[in-house]
């Protein structure tokens, strides 16, 4: 009798089912979560790759507008190696509630909002052209 209460005890050694699912549950958890960080870093180091090679040639388009305003009349501007020219897409709009006047100089010109477009990424930016420019 004693023998049979001793063997029915639990033994010290080793986990009960309960503990072992408990334990990869939890593991399968933070696994699933470590691997989605990873993902979104991957990602996110992607889309950053994307924009380095893009960025030169939204930069080099914008120059070329501030130092000719008359190429706005243009849809679209092409950048980069002659060769193989990048094509970017320009939108402008003009800012109606500005008025040259006050500025302080009525001669100043117009304000215009410049967005450039090139495979998706976008440049944003404000120019004043001059009166003598056309737009």
Known sequence: MIRLLLTLQRSPKGFTLLEVMVSLTLGTL???AVMGVISVSLQYAQRLKETAKIQPYLEAAAREILFDPEILENASLQ???PKNPVNVDVL???VPEVDPAELGNPKAGRLVRV???CRGRLLEFSILV???ERL
Request: hydrophobic share 45%; net charge neutral.
């Open 30 to 32: 933070i696994a699933g």
């Open 92 to 94: 402008v709009t003009p």
């Open 79 to 81: 950048v980069g190696d």
């Open 130 to 132: 001059p009166v003598s």
């Open 115 to 117: 967005l450039l477009r």
